[in-house]
């Protein structure tokens, strides 16, 4: 098991393998469909991101409403495959890690190469288990896109694995291949 | 003729949609467990083990199993002796679709149109409500929240008559490689043969509410069924889609008459919370 903190330098991203078991501590940003596809118009125009890529993780996931006494709702990832067509673009711009669930197309896990950014992959649909390892959420752009909004999170000790590291190792091709039979 | 008001309807299904959300049915926990017996892969192990606790955590804090609350699909089935009172049917299952989302701090996640705006509706109606007249004076309601990640992998397609069940084994087997490890297996695939092209995915969503592993009463529908999963769980997409041998906990078809000249076939893949919640009143 590896521990990292929040914001990432390419020597340490560099360091995690795929398959690494991995817990985060630090800062991060949500982002999904909508914010990813606000963020690379903002970009187009020459404005400024709502929050410095530089060193960070974007969270694939759109919580659930945080109850009375709750930092936040259910938050577990999304199907990452749906901000393939952003992703290179923030890496572009220094983003080092992503957390999501599910396959890469082929010109993301290039740009991660590139660029030295990680992709890691949380349980989907494990949502309440990990909420409780966020302990600290605030909207910081886009409010009004509701569950699609980027929220700044606080984790400690957030449970992922690297399911593709920045030398472009799969752990999903290697894991797959190991058990199928057909 | 007995008489049924909508308001009933109304706050049976604000209830349904927080249960079905919070609580794992039993038969898809029963299913984990077993799978996690028969799992070879450490990973898919203990990837299974997070999931288990991440169903107990729901439960026991009355909080989502997965943030992913879905569109919320809603089945009535109206005995045609009974008579609806106090409002119309439709109106009265998006109220509680309405009231359900927001006491139970459910995702809001149905937008009001698809290509252009994309505006959120902010409570998560309207639900996709299939309605069907049936002998007797009940009203059963089923409401399954169905999230996307597990649906964008679905798909239907019009095979021939002459692709009979080697056809239908062949796109289940496809569908599940493709979708890989995106709809979050393990998996329940649920597969609709018959009808014509609205039909059969019709079949596949219904073919999801049976008691997962339950098999078909058709001991040939039935071996089909075991086929189909053998082959699955031979592709070792596993837990996550990071390797194993638990691809798909169990396979459900259903199936329908229909035109001499057709094969409709649509797989309707369910990814591991296997939401679902009825009442009948």
Redesign the interface.
């Known amino acids: 098991m590896k521990t990292i903190t929040t914001p990432l330098s390419e020597t340490g991203v560099r360091g995690l393998f795929a398959g690494d078991r991995v817990l985060i501590t630090g800062t991060i940003y949500t982002g999904r469909d909508a914010a990813h596809k606000r963020m690379v118009e903002a970009m187009d125009r020459g404005d400024r991101l709502p929050f410095d890529l530089d060193g960070q993780i974007i969270y694939y996931v759109g919580p659930c409403p945080a109850k009375p006494g709750q930092v936040i709702g259910s938050a577990g990832p999304t199907t990452s495959g749906r901000m393939d067509t952003y992703a290179p673009r923030l890496m572009a711009s220094g983003l080092r890690g992503m957390i999501g669930k599910g396959l890469r197309k082929p010109a993301v896990v290039d740009a991660m190469k590139v660029h030295g950014c990680v992709y890691l992959v949380a349980v989907g649909g494990a949502g309440a288990l990990l909420a409780q390892r966020i302990k600290a959420a605030e909207v910081v752009a886009f409010p009004d896109l509701g569950p699609e909004a980027v929220y700044r999170l606080h984790v400690e000790d957030f449970p992922v694995f690297v399911g593709i590291d920045a030398a472009g190792t799969d752990m999903y091709a290697e894991g797959v291949a190991r058990y199928r039979r057909s | 003729m007995r008489e049924v008001h909508v308001g009933d309807i109304t706050a049976a299904i604000e209830d349904l949609c927080i249960q079905a959300c919070y609580d794992l049915p039993g038969d898809v926990l029963c299913a984990l467990k077993e799978a996690r017996q028969k799992e070879?892969?450490p990973?898919g192990r203990e990837?299974i083990d997070?999931?288990l606790?991440?169903?107990a955590?729901?439960r026991d804090?009355r909080?989502?199993?997965?943030?992913?609350?879905g569109v919320t699909v809603v089945f009535v089935e109206v005995g045609q002796d009974v008579r609806l009172v106090g409002g119309d049917l439709y109106g009265a299952i998006n109220e509680g679709v309405r009231r359900g989302y927001e006491r139970g701090?459910?995702?809001?996640?149905v937008v009001a149109e698809p290509l252009f705006e994309?505006k959120?509706t902010?409570d998560n109606t309207p639900a996709l409500i299939y309605a069907d007249i049936v002998p007797g004076a009940e009203v059963k309601l089923t409401v399954v929240p169905k999230g996307?990640?597990s649906e964008?992998m679905s798909i239907v397609r019009m095979l021939t008559p002459a692709d009979g069940p080697a056809g239908v084994k062949a796109l289940v087997r496809e569908t599940v490689e493709r979708a890989?490890?995106?709809p979050?297996p393990p998996l329940v695939i649920g597969v609709g043969v018959g009808g014509f092209l609205e039909r059969a995915p019709l079949l596949a969503k219904r073919a999801l509410l049976r008691q997962v592993g339950r098999p078909h009463p058709d001991a040939r529908v039935a071996r089909l069924e075991q086929e189909i999963l053998d082959?699955v769980n031979?592709?070792?997409?596993?837990p996550?889609?990071?390797?194993?041998?638990i691809t798909a906990l169990a396979v459900h078809v259903e199936t329908g008459p229909t035109h001499i000249g057709a094969l409709p076939v649509a797989v309707n893949i369910q990814?591991?919370?296997a939401r679902h919640a009825e009442r009948i009143l």
């Open positions: 070879e892969s990973l990837i997070q999931l606790e991440n169903a955590i729901a804090d909080v989502p199993i997965c943030q992913d609350t701090y459910l995702r809001k996640s994309r959120n902010g996307t990640g964008n890989g490890s995106n979050c082959e031979a592709l070792g997409i596993g996550q889609g990071l390797g194993g041998r990814c591991h919370a």
